[in-house]
């Protein structure tokens, strides 16, 4: 389905709804692995930010315009409050939103992101952007789809899933004009932000998860996000690089579920747990 802005799914009949968020390249089908197993205690609302697969065209070059869409979405299919699980860039919105529409969150969880800018990122994403500019001018996308493993895979996970990252290379390529037009806006939006301010202003319950071989989000970033924000849990992937949604999903839906289970009581329990 699609709303005056982006493409969503909306899955479940009854029970709070869990949204995701996607990282910079993601779409929201991307979280299936994750999200397995919570129907039909919760409703599950997938998401492409503007820029994104679904939602092609240019992308919000700032990180507050994208957490007014999320905003609009919710309002345009009434939903009062989510709870919201998000990674990387969408994580980053996600803070936005906790802190400046509090009563519209029951819970939130942020996965492989950073409080601020991390050195070198606006440096990457600026390189990223100029072999995103190449594709929209006729070039190859293989320097765009080498970029990506480099960057957001572990060492391990490239070594163990070659061939299936060869096979997502040339979907990479195949992809049309629309997302590395609106990939650009997303790098943008991610050179220069700093969620410091916000954090305090965040009430709901939080769970901050770092992956231990991250390259683009390092320790430091991760540890300074969880505390920033007043009773938030931290953990940490001994291994996964920061694609931690794609490298190991049942680890993460896992923890999740935990997650979900320990919120107070008031909230709908976790089917099996």
Sequence with gaps: MTTKASAYELRGEAGEVVLTLNGGMMTFASWAPVTAGLLPSYRLLGFDFQGQLRSPGEAHPNLEAHAADVVALLDELGLDRVHVLATSFGAEVAVLLAALQPPRLHSLALVTAAV?????????????????RDVLAGASAVPVHQTMLQEIYSD???RAQGEALEARGKQTAALPVAWYRGLLGILEAIQDFDLTPHLSAIRC??????????????LATS??????????????HPTSGHALVVEDPLWLQHIYRQFLAQLPSVMTPVSGE
Excluded: F, K
């Design 116 to 132: 601020r800018t991390p050195p070198g990122m606006a440096e990457s994403a600026r390189h990223l952007q100029g072999l995103v």
């Design 156 to 158: 391990a996970y490239r």
């Design 205 to 218: 319950p939080t769970m901050v998860v770092h992956a231990a071989d991250d390259q683009v989000m390092p």
């Design 223 to 236: 540890r300074a996000l969880a505390s920033g924000i007043a009773g938030a849990q931290w953990r940490q």
